[in-house]
């Protein structure tokens, strides 16, 4: 016990570098109880911290397990209290280690607190923090699948609370996107099955949810504006009942792990408030604050709107100029599924060379090209096997067979991409881009002519034109763009991180007479 309570409580917190130590920390002698329930007290979370040291951001991405920061926790729970201080039951969504479900029982003494967790280990986590802040009879842990949750009724509302995992829908099994579809045909909503995880759970607590029942989730903002986030859009304007959107600047970086935006929503069930909300926040700490900036939308517009980010985008164009979308069509480049086994490096396996492509591989590929791309040189090759392998000559289906089996070791096979196409080696482009361009960075845009005729993956994209132009028109399309760079639009992650999908860059306004001369 005198050894958890000394000053070198934290280094021995720090010192769990192995799941099999963070399990027995979890299941800890007295000592080790006391002095968590004291770090618990002040704030921390060192058992979370742990876990999130032990699984790192790489794998924990592919379950969402990205834990919220304790000012953001805060912020919320104190929020949500003040709109409903007499809720009967509070369920953690995806609880984590704990945090929300800890906050929530301390902030609601009276309420029944639900923290659902599918992770078997953060559960014990989860399980050990609990017990420690001396809430084992107050918060009931479910460690299953969010989607899999039975509430029985109870004579009171409930409160959805906290941080659904993210997962991009790449990572979503097949199953569980078939669950999303039956769901919402039942709910009388269109599903999108490249929605990320966090829309599954906005779709449960639909499931669950009574008239009444409330809720407030921080997710991603990218539903705001995204194709996919129409699903959630519908919800929240309908049966949901959003309120308010909390929009977190997208400079400010909230989750130290992983670069995104970050929204705050609020919904009641049933509500008859015929407004919603849009508040734009530069910090978590304006979350209440009255001269936040806000937009108030009408909720039956809502829903042919595409855009809640920005819904008073209508920008006319002047005369003499247009969309680069009426010239071009801007696609985003292959995906490989799996570009350290698809593009070929040190460790790659021989193969002949009419199964190698040179392709641009990394944004840096155009930022050091310059105006143009002339040549193959310093470009890395992308593995393109044809689809129909039996026609090789012996000697090619020698060493293609070797490659196979090499990348099938390293997973080449299982990638959601690899599984969706047949078959499931054959990488196939489109036809080389005249143009291509970036469309991640804390930079512009940057287009750079492809005279070399070059593939390119999904880190740039290509812009085709609708119809025949010559080179000189191509020319003078890439040097204006690159001579006036784009200064807006874009999603801006945390960090100041803006990112242009391709409808982004169709918009991009250009001179007509570009395409006279």
């Known amino acids: ?212 029942d409330a809720g407030l989730l921080i997710t991603s903002a990218e539903w705001m504006e995204s194709a996919y986030g129409k699903t959630l859009r519908d919800m929240l304007a309908g049966p949901l009942g959003c309120t308010h959107v909390f929009a977190v600047d997208p400079k400010t970086q909230l989750f130290e792990d992983a670069q995104v935006s970050s929204a705050i929503t609020e919904f009641e069930v049933g509500t008859e408030t015929k407004d919603v909300t849009i508040v734009s926040i530069p910090r978590i700490s304006g979350l209440g604050d009255p001269e936040a900036e806000k937009t108030v939308l009408a909720r039956n517009a809502l829903t042919r709107l595409r855009n809640w980010t920005n819904p008073n985008d209508r920008e006319e164009l002047a005369p003499g100029w247009a969309r680069l979308g009426a010239y071009f069509s801007v696609h985003r480049g292959q995906v490989t599924g799996g570009n350290d086994v698809w593009i070929a490096g040190t460790g790659t396996p021989s193969l002949p060379d009419h199964c190698l492509t040179a392709c641009v591989t990394k944004a840096t590929d155009l930022i050091a090209a310059g105006p143009e791309i002339g040549d193959t040189v310093g470009l890395k090759r992308v593995v393109t096997l044809p689809a129909d392998i039996e026609g090789l000559c012996a000697a090619d289906r020698s060493l293609v067979d070797g490659f196979l089996e090499w990348a099938k070791a390293r997973g080449g096979a299982d990638s959601y991409t690899a599984r969706t196409r047949k078959p499931w080696w054959s990488v196939a482009f489109k036809q080389p881009a005249p143009i291509l361009c970036t469309y991640m960075g804390r930079r512009p845009p940057v287009f750079v002519r492809n005279l070399a005729g070059v593939a390119h993956v999904n880190i740039a994209h290509g812009l085709y034109p609708r119809a025949e132009m010559t080179a000189g028109t191509l020319d003078r399309v890439s040097r204006w763009l690159n001579e006036n760079p784009v200064g807006a639009g874009g999603k801006t992650y945390g960090g100041g991180l803006r990112k242009f999908e391709p409808k982004e860059i169709e918009r991009i306004a250009i001179p007509i007479d570009l395409f006279e001369a």
């Open 1 to 212: 016990m005198d050894a958890f309570s000394s000053p070198r409580r934290d280094a021995i917190w720090r010192a769990i570098s192995t799941e099999e130590q963070l399990m027995a920390a979890c299941a800890g002698e007295d000592g080790v109880r006391y002095a968590l329930a004291a770090a618990i007290a002040r704030g921390g979370d060192p058992l979370g911290e742990a876990f999130s040291r032990i699984r790192n951001p790489a794998t924990r991405r592919l379950s969402g397990a990205t834990y919220t920061p304790s000012a953001v926790v805060a912020a919320m729970v104190r929020r949500i209290a003040e709109r409903h201080p007499d809720a009967r039951r509070i369920v953690d969504c995806g609880a984590g280690s704990g945090r929300f479900a800890i906050a929530l029982a301390w902030e609601f003494p009276e309420a029944e607190v639900v923290a659902v967790e599918a992770d078997p280990l953060a559960c014990m986590v989860l399980s050990a923090n609990i017990e420690a802040a001396g809430l084992g009879s107050r918060v009931r842990i479910e460690n299953l699948d969010f989607r899999k949750l039975e509430l029985p009724s109870v004579g009171g509302q409930t409160l959805f609370v906290g941080n659904p995992p993210y997962v991009r829908h790449h990572d979503i099994p097949a199953q569980d996107k078939d669950w999303l579809s039956g769901a919402c045909e039942v709910l009388g909503l269109k599903a999108n099955r490249l929605s990320g995880l966090h829309v599954h759970f906005f779709v449960k607590i639909l499931q669950l949810a009574v008239k009444g």
